[in-house]
């Protein structure tokens, strides 16, 4: 559906460039790696905002150098260590 979306606004609109191109239309989850956990959502992105985003990029937001967030969810013999970085709310 995200696609189907996507490709229908990717007409165009005035001048050479397309509803697309001044739309950003996002797909996320609810929940990251594991079911229901808030940590490591990610989000998909389409277009370009009238030019507010740089398109074509992969962004990754995470503190690649810190595996301080321990997850609540393991279990007795292993706990998952990620990356902060962002929250969803910061990311709105």
């Not at 962004?59 to 321990?70: A, E, H, K, Q, V």
């Amino acid at each position: 559906m995200f696609l189907d979306l996507v490709n229908k606004l990717n007409v165009e609109e005035i001048n050479g460039t397309t509803y697309l191109d001044n739309s950003l239309v996002a797909w996320t989850q609810e929940s990251g790696s594991l079911t229901h956990q808030g940590a490591s959502i990610p989000v998909i992105t389409a277009g370009g905002a009238s030019g507010f985003f740089k398109t074509g990029l992969y962004c990754d937001y995470r503190n690649r150098n810190n595996m301080s967030l321990i997850s609540s969810w393991h279990d007795k013999y292993e706990q998952l260590q990620q990356r902060p970085g962002l929250t969803y709310n910061q990311w709105l």
